[in-house]
């Protein structure tokens, strides 16, 4: 391959990744670029330095020991204050945590 052409590739990875953070859901916790769950009243306390959910859904695949990013923010999980598994609603399937509790790392890089 030559450099030009290695070049070119490189560029379209980083447009593509590129498009791939604008069409992030604003309700929804990534981690390694794989949506793993949706959110649900979605709190940024910045003194504190915490994200507080209502719930988070869907979250089956959503690693809690590790760092995860929530719109612009790198964030871990730190306190849930009650999970359960759904099955029998349609609206929401798999794990459900409420009261969840996240320290914001820092911001997200593009």
């Known amino acids: ?3 030009q052409s290695a070049a070119r590739t490189r560029g379209e990875e980083k447009q593509n990744d590129g498009n791939a953070s604008l069409a ?3 309700d929804a916790i990534y981690q390694n670029g794989n949506l793993v769950g949706r959110v649900v009243d979605p709190e940024v306390d910045w003194e504190a330095k915490e994200v507080r959910f209502g719930e ?5 695949y959503l690693l809690i020991p590790e760092e995860c990013e929530f719109q612009n923010y790198r964030i871990i ?7 359960s598994k ?3 609603r349609s609206d929401r399937t798999g794990r459900v945590l409420r ?8 911001r997200r890089e593009p």
């Open 86 to 88: 759904v099955e029998n």
């Open 24 to 26: 992030r859901e604003q």
């Open 99 to 106: 009261g969840c509790v996240a320290d914001i790392l820092g």
């Open 1 to 3: 391959m030559s450099e």
């Open 56 to 60: 988070v859904y869907d979250s089956d």
């Open 77 to 83: 999980i730190q306190r849930i204050g009650y999970a």
